[in-house]
């Protein structure tokens, strides 16, 4: 929980307050809009909450704080209630973990809860609360991990859950080499009925998106949905590998239909399957613009 005696000066008066342990991984910013912004390279409270869904998406953000830096002076009972819904539904059995982790950087993993077996994208803390809502959901059979970056606790949801881990071979490294499954090549894997693998190198070599029943784009830190320039997005100044590969990769992602676009970084966005592949074309010409 975050410490009241390093609340930051830039928050407003409000029950909930972040403090100066801050990363700035945006984290709050897209879980609670309303209620938390950039100020001075850091996060802080810029409204109160004014409404009980403000108050319940803040409490979420709070939880899902990879650093533990938003905190509230006096809990009361929305928190119980919006941590009894943590992990919360995006829609139907797909579900945003929270709990982020420190350890990449504030990423968002998400769970499926399949009707023969469950799925693990990206890994979330290690807490106790999730162990228990895992459990109660019968596990973790997989977990598929979009690249190297976002594996933070995925060993110990192992040791508890032996879901086997997958991620690319290209991002192999000393932390993901004991892995069970490295996938290899530069085409679609049908991983099964309701799974596809899509390799997408540009942010990593080995960056993989995951199709879900043709609906549901898991993907990492490949794609999100960026509000200012209403389009979705890639991210330029975070591109550790080759971004013309990247732009190649979002090219070939217009073979494919969505509807829901689910990144590791900012909020998940849902949009029909002609309004994603204009989105995802307006991208694309972005991407090409961008002097580099």
Known sequence: MADLDK????????NFFVDSTCIDCGTCYWMAPS?????????????NPNSEEESLSS?????????????????????????ENIPYSIEDNVFHCGFHSEKSYGATSYFIKG???????????????????????NGIDYQLLTHKDDIADTDKYWEKFQ????IHVADSNEKT??????????????????????????????SVVFLYKERFLFTGDHLCFSHNLNHLYAFKSACWYNFN????????????????????????????????????????????????
């Open 7 to 14: 609340r930051r000066s830039q928050n407003v008066k409000s």
């Open 35 to 47: 209620v938390f912004k950039n100020n001075d390279g850091k996060s802080a409270v810029f409204s």
């Open 59 to 83: 409490y979420r953000a709070l939880y899902s704080c990879p650093t533990n830096s938003i905190g509230v002076e006096k809990k009361d009972e929305l928190n119980k209630k919006a941590l």
């Open 115 to 137: 009707e023969n077996k469950n799925y693990l994208i990206d890994s979330p803390r290690f807490t106790s609360h999730l162990e228990k809502f895992f459990i109660m959901n």
């Open 163 to 166: 879901g086997r881990r997958y």
């Open 177 to 206: 080499i004991h892995f069970e499954e490295h996938w290899k090549g530069s085409s679609p894997i049908q991983f099964d009925d309701e799974m596809l693998i899509i390799p997408v190198p540009g942010h990593t070599k080995g």
């Open 245 to 292: 590969v990247q732009i190649k990769s979002m090219e070939n992602l217009l073979d494919y239909d969505f509807e829901y676009v689910l990144p590791g970084h900012g909020a998940p966005i849902k949009l029909s399957k002609i309004d994603m592949k204009k989105s995802l074309t307006k991208c694309i010409t972005w991407m090409k613009s961008i002097d580099f």
